[in-house]
């Protein structure tokens, strides 16, 4: 049994809804690739749940500014609580789909940490379980008085919830303008990175998007997006397809660094 067939079967039984792998027919390296992925809210659209970007700007009809930023909240924290609120009800509707899933098959193969955009969790429901997100959670709450008071939160926030000092929470989000609090890990483990690929982000975000300058010089790159105009093609190989077709792509060229 050679590499591409054991993916094959591995998309096949994750189409059936159950990931059996099987890697155990054939030996693994001992030593594992560090494959870095970086991924926005393109690989989460063929769950159904929408970028931003592709809507001009607007966020599920909202502007940016309204709903992710410091300044809307002291406006409108009803409004702000509202549209996350929606957001984490949608959670419950959508699944990963296969490019989570791929995503995940490729730990049985390489050391994979994923640095993701999305404030989703199709990443950690789909198996994988090395995940940076970079722009929080929106199954976590933080008090507005206490950055490091972060809870679990599954249904809606209101007003009125608080931390137990009486302060209100918000949404676990990193909002324009904000720090990224975890950027410096992120930073350092895309440096040491073997092999770095990069899914569905517009890279207009920053500091998210500078991460591909602490990637080693010379490492394969691969940029998967359907619209990829906004990347420079001299950096790597663009894999010009939505998410899903685009790591069936990946996943075969990857054997050859295997
Ligand atoms: N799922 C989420 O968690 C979610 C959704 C919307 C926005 N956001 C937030 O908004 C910010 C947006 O930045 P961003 O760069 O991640 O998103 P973006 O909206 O700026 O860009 C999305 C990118 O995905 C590409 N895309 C569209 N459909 C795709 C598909 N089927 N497969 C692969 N790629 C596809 C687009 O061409 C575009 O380049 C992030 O900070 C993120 O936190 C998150």
């Known amino acids: 049994m050679h590499f591409p067939s054991i993916f094959a079967k591995v998309f096949a039984e994750n189409v059936c809804g159950t990931v059996q792998y099987v890697a155990g027919f054939f030996e693994i390296s001992a030593m594992k690739k560090n ?20 809507a001009g700007g607007l966020w599920e009809g909202h502007n940016i500014m309204e709903v992710a930023s410091p300044e809307g909240f002291a406006r409108n924290p009803a409004l702000v609580l ?21 995503l995940a098959a490729l730990e049985k193969w390489f050391q994979v940490s994923i640095i993701t955009q999305n404030v989703d969790d199709l990443h950690e429901r789909s198996g994988s379980t090395n995940i940076i997100h970079l722009h929080g959670e929106l199954r976590k709450a933080r008090s507005v008085d206490d950055d490091a008071y972060i809870v679990d939160w599954f249904e809606d926030l209101n007003l009125g919830d608080v931390d137990p000092n009486g302060h209100q929470l918000r949404p676990h989000i990193v909002w324009f303008g904000e720090m990224v609090p975890m950027m410096e890990v992120a930073a350092s483990v895309a440096s040491k990175a073997d092999l770095f690929v990069v899914i569905g982000t517009s890279m207009q975000v920053y500091p998210a998007a500078g991460l591909i300058y602490e990637v080693p010089a010379g490492i394969p790159v691969f940029y998967i997006d359907p619209n990829p105009d906004n990347w420079n093609s001299s950096v790597g190989t663009v894999i010009a397809e939505k998410a899903v077709r685009g790591m069936q792509i990946l996943t075969e060229k990857l054997q050859q660094f295997l």
């Open 35 to 54: 494959l870095v992925v970086l991924t926005g809210a393109g690989i989460s659209a063929e769950s159904g749940v929408s970028t931003f970007r592709d």
């Open 82 to 102: 509202d549209f996350y609120n929606q957001r984490r009800r949608q959670l419950k509707e959508v699944n990963p789909n296969e490019a989570h899933y791929a």
